[in-house]
């Protein structure tokens, strides 16, 4: 159900609920990444997903 506005939209309701959100993404999730900048997120370190062994992002968002 990918461009259907669902993902922003749950993002929007998590947005009201808090002032910051982090969240993981894999570092080949490009898609992902670029949707997640859109909304404000900046990538705040990378690591590793052991249970996965895929590299990853933590990404932040602040409210202004």
Excluded at 13 to 20: E, G, H, L, S
Excluded at 24 to 31: A, S
Aim: no cysteine; charged share 30%; glycine share 6%.
């Amino acid at each position: 159900m990918q461009s259907y506005g669902i993902g922003k939209a749950l993002l929007n309701y998590a947005k009201n609920k808090r002032n910051k959100l982090f969240l993981n993404v894999y570092q080949k999730n490009i898609r992902a990444i670029a949707f997640y900048q859109r909304e404000g997120f900046e990538i705040q370190h990378s690591g590793f997903d052991e249970a996965t062994e895929e590299k990853e992002y933590v990404m932040k968002w602040q409210q202004k």
